[in-house]
């Protein structure tokens, strides 16, 4: 198997897995005391997270122990983020004041056959120039709810005879290595969904080793990735910047998630 082959395996894994894009049901911002769909009890904001008040009977379970009352929900900006268990199957997670409730048997999951990708080509390796940002600059990027992203640099390369100067994100880590992030549109993002050259219209991502210095890079455009909006209006997805938006086809990687019956997913 060759890297490009697992990339593709563990992406296809992902897309169906537990924590997955396809298994996210709800995405439900609380700024007050309300019930989230489709799970049981009574959320509201607190510091470090969400309380959920519930009964023993709601079969709410939180870092392991039954709720029967009200307790704290850690969101994942604690040390040790909380668990949420709750009937069903399903779990909820914490993150930003946000309650995400995700569900292993989803019907996106059912409904979802593949992702459509370009076929792979050494001709969509290119080389290229990082060159880091000044420390504390301004953000340029922002994703779909407003919040801005940390801009690292940028990456200069050469894409179908047009030179182009991309912003890079700061990534999480990946791996243990850090990682760059190229949020792009190109020409194919413009496309009709059932034309065989388009991709997703918000547009797809590069990752990238971060050299953490002014370097030269590889940029493996067959590696490019949907975002999780692609499979799922739950996620706010980060909106490419001026800079970032492609003028020429980038016909490689990643094209649309699609159903048994062979269309794009939404």
Same mark, same amino acid.
């Given at each position: 198997?060759?890297?490009?082959?697992?990339?593709?395996?563990?992406?296809?894994?992902?897309?169906?897995?537990?924590?997955?894009?396809?298994?996210?049901?709800?995405?439900?911002?609380?700024?007050?005391?309300?019930?989230?769909?489709?799970?049981?009890?009574?959320?509201?904001?607190?510091?470090?997270?969400?309380?959920?008040?519930?009964?023993?009977?709601?079969?709410?379970?939180?870092?392991?122990?039954?709720?029967?009352?009200?307790?704290?929900?850690?969101?994942?900006?604690?040390?040790?983020?909380?668990? /949420? %268990?709750?009937?069903?199957?399903?779990?909820?997670?914490?993150? #930003?004041?946000? +309650?995400? !409730?995700? &569900?292993?048997? =989803?019907?996106?999951?059912?409904?979802?056959?593949?992702?459509?990708?370009?076929?792979?080509?050494?001709?969509?390796?290119?080389?290229?120039?990082?060159?880091?940002?000044?420390?504390?600059?301004?953000?340029?990027?922002?994703?779909?709810?407003?919040?801005?992203?940390?801009?690292?640099?940028?990456?200069?390369?050469?894409?179908?005879?047009?030179?182009?100067?991309? /912003? %890079?994100?700061?990534?999480?880590?990946?791996?243990?290595?850090? #990682?760059?992030? +190229?949020? !792009?549109? &190109?020409?194919? =993002?413009?496309?009709?969904?059932?034309?065989?050259?388009?991709?997703?219209?918000?547009?797809?991502?590069?990752?990238?080793?971060?050299?953490?210095?002014?370097?030269?890079?590889?940029?493996?455009?067959?590696?490019?990735?949907?975002?999780?909006?692609?499979?799922?209006?739950?996620?706010?997805?980060?909106?490419?910047?001026?800079?970032?938006?492609?003028?020429?086809? /980038?016909?490689?990687?990643?094209?649309?998630?699609?159903?048994?019956?062979?269309?794009?997913?939404?």
């Amino acid at each position: 198997m060759t890297a490009f082959d697992e990339h593709v395996a563990d992406r296809d894994r992902w897309a169906t897995s537990p924590r997955g894009p396809l298994a996210l049901v709800n995405a439900q911002r609380v700024d007050l005391a309300q019930p989230v769909w489709p799970v049981p009890g009574q959320w509201a904001p607190a510091p470090g997270g969400l309380t959920v008040t519930a009964d023993a009977g709601d079969g709410v379970v939180v870092d392991g122990d039954p709720v029967d009352g009200t307790v704290l929900v850690a969101g994942d900006e604690a040390v040790v983020p909380s668990v /949420v %268990a709750f009937p069903d199957g399903l779990a909820g997670t914490v993150s #930003r004041g946000t +309650l995400r !409730v995700w &569900d292993p048997a =989803s019907d996106a999951i059912a409904r979802f056959a593949r992702i459509a990708r370009f076929d792979h080509s050494a001709a969509w390796v290119t080389s290229g120039r990082y060159t880091p940002g000044v420390p504390g600059g301004a953000a340029s990027v922002v994703d779909a709810a407003g919040d801005p992203l940390e801009v690292a640099g940028h990456v200069e390369t050469t894409l179908g005879g047009s030179a182009v100067r991309l /912003v %890079a994100v700061r990534s999480a880590a990946f791996r243990g290595a850090a #990682r760059l992030q +190229l949020i !792009v549109q &190109d020409a194919t =993002s413009a496309l009709p969904e059932d034309d065989p050259g388009s991709t997703y219209s918000m547009g797809r991502f590069l990752y990238l080793d971060d050299p953490g210095v002014a370097a030269d890079v590889e940029l493996d455009w067959n590696l490019l990735v949907l975002p999780p909006c692609a499979f799922s209006y739950q996620f706010a997805c980060p909106i490419p910047p001026a800079e970032n938006r492609i003028p020429v086809p /980038v016909t490689a990687g990643e094209r649309h998630p699609l159903d048994a019956s062979g269309h794009v997913f939404h």
